[in-house]
């Protein structure tokens, strides 16, 4: 009897020894907080309920504002910092698509926009899946694919489970959702948060269990605001939803960490494909080059045998093309958005703190500097020497491309400027996220009419819109859907149609006689500019499938272009208007087409590269 008791107190010790602490947090995500509406008095109350409660810690899985707005992202840090328990937040695309500070207020109040941690036996990593200053897919960016492979490699322990977190899920809406997962199956990822549907909801990415939690707001199913509990205790998660203000948290979900059991049966989202490559023969990439950062401009094409643009990394590279030999590169804080102005040997380019500069294009040699105090994120144009440009959310500029002096300054816009102005011979139109479309005098930067299509929802304003200008008219296509046309000389609507789905990619014929714009699905169109009410010529069937990538179209040698948000370029005939060929050279968004002095078609992607493409018809 007294052996068999020591041998249960043994047992008993062991058992008690090897017990795994039960770690438990809160989870909160799309909380789309703004000053003075329901969500910012709802985010209050969570946090007040939180700190009644005894957690570890809690984590934020972004869209933590509306609009990426700095009061909104003040309002929503100002809340969180309440919390008695330490947080680890990451931001979502509503603070990476249309922030005011070009994503630069999210690291300065939280950080950084990614994490890593560890807390009894699991480690916890969390990054930014963008998208980035542009409607798009969500996509991590090339440097963080590189951080979380070496940082893994480097914490890499048998003994701990890996729990990953993002505002969205690892699958469709991620361009490159396949990188992070075989990132993650390496280092025994047993659970993924993130946020985005609003829901809570169980999905398979790639193998590893993905959570998806509900929103703090009102709506999706949920009657009361509220939030995610997650409690990890002996190798097994469970999940809860929280009513605000009830007693007790429902459960929704409760599986091992050991395996994949629990979405054995659930759907893994289909892997990019590119087959479409094998269709088409005559496709010719005369050049292909590949950063170690995700890039966000367009290409600019300096002499024959040079070019230039920015990256996520915060640099200016300029790059001769035939030996792929950097010729100089230039670092700054923050990631480039803008494309870069050439003209005259000389490169200007913007940054996200604030600043023009001037470069020698062959050297870059610094030839001037111009402190514009906003981000720097709408791509500028060039006419006899001068460049337009709006920077950040007041100023738009005529600049002196030789010397960098001011010619002309306005200020009566009231939201971001992002997409390239259009100008003729008088004046020169451009978009803001303020509502509004603007027409200034080229000469002196007199405000002539501005424009709005009536609604009060700033997210359907033409803030990246690049206007076209022909015959009297502006045209422009934004997200509300329409595309209008308008009096250059008096502002006035000369007619605006909804039959097809435009969004914010389009451009015009070389001859001024079309404008092109592409659909949200398959579809490209072809509108007369002359005609008094809308006049579609003709119609394109490219089966892209859904797409809200605003990269403008480019027509060049009678060849149109568009690029869409999963990589394929697509090349139509205008004389036959048929598709003459498509190309996949990647899956992440395409974001400008350019053509260079000898015909050649330039595109930069998301992803990090850069091609040169030769096609024959």
Known sequence: MRRSLLSLLIM???????????????????????????????????????????????VVTGDLTNTGANAELQAAYNILNGLQFKKYVIPGNHETNWSESATQKFNELFGNDRFYFEYDKFQFVGFNTGPYMKMGDGHVKEEDIHWLKKLLAEKKDPNKTLISLAHYPLGDGLDNWTDATKILNQYNTRLHLCGHGHRLSLHNFDG????????????????????????????????????????????????????????????????????????????????????????????????????????????????????????????????????????????????????????????????????????????????????????????????????????????????????????????????????????????????????????PQKLYSPGNVVPFIANDRVFIVAPDRYMTAIDVKTGQTIWRNNQYTVREAMCGSADGKLVYAKLMNDKVIAVSTTSSVFELMWMVDAQFGYEHNPCPLLESNGMLYTGTKNGLLVAIDTKTQTVAWQHKPGNAEINKITADANGNIWISMIEGKILQFQANK
């Open 12 to 58: 008993a010790a062991a058992l008690t020894t090897n017990a795994q602490k039960t770690v438990s947090f809160a989870f909160l995500t799309d909380l789309h907080v703004s000053p003075g509406i329901p969500s910012e008095a709802n985010l209050k109350e969570i946090v007040q309920e939180i700190n009644t409660q005894q957690f570890d810690f809690v």
């Open 208 to 455: 590893i269990p993905g959570i998806m939690g509900r929103s703090s707001l009102i709506g999706s199913g949920y009657e009361k605001p509220g939030y995610n509990i997650v409690t990890l205790r002996n190798d097994s998660v469970l999940i809860y939803q929280k009513n605000l203000g009830e007693a007790a948290p429902q459960l929704f979900k409760q599986f091992s960490l050991k395996n994949n059991n629990i979405v054995q049966t659930v759907k893994i989202a289909p892997k990019p494909d590119y087959s479409i490559n094998n269709r088409f023969k005559n496709v010719n990439v005369k050049y292909q080059f590949q950063d170690t950062a995700s890039i966000f401009t367009g290409v600019v094409n300096m002499t024959s045998n040079s070019i230039a643009y920015g990256n996520s990394d915060g640099e200016l590279v300029a790059l001769e093309v035939p030996s792929k030999k950097v010729m100089w590169r230039k670092k700054h804080n923050g990631s480039f958005y803008a494309t870069p102005v050439y003209a005259q040997g000389i490169l200007m380019y913007g940054t996200v703190d604030g600043h023009l500069y001037g470069v020698e294009a062959k050297s870059g040699k610094q030839l001037w500097t111009l402190n514009v105090d906003e981000p720097v994120i709408a791509d500028g144009i060039v006419d006899n020497n001068n460049v337009y440009i709006g920077v950040g959310s007041k100023k738009f500029y005529s600049i002196n491309i030789l010397t960098g002096k001011i010619n002309w300054k306005s200020e009566v816009a009231e939201g971001q400027m992002q997409g390239k102005p259009a100008f003729n011979n008088d004046v020169v139109v451009f978009g803001a996220w303020d509502r509004h479309l603007y027409c200034l005098n080229k000469a002196t930067g007199k405000l002539l009419w501005k424009w709005n299509n009536g609604s």
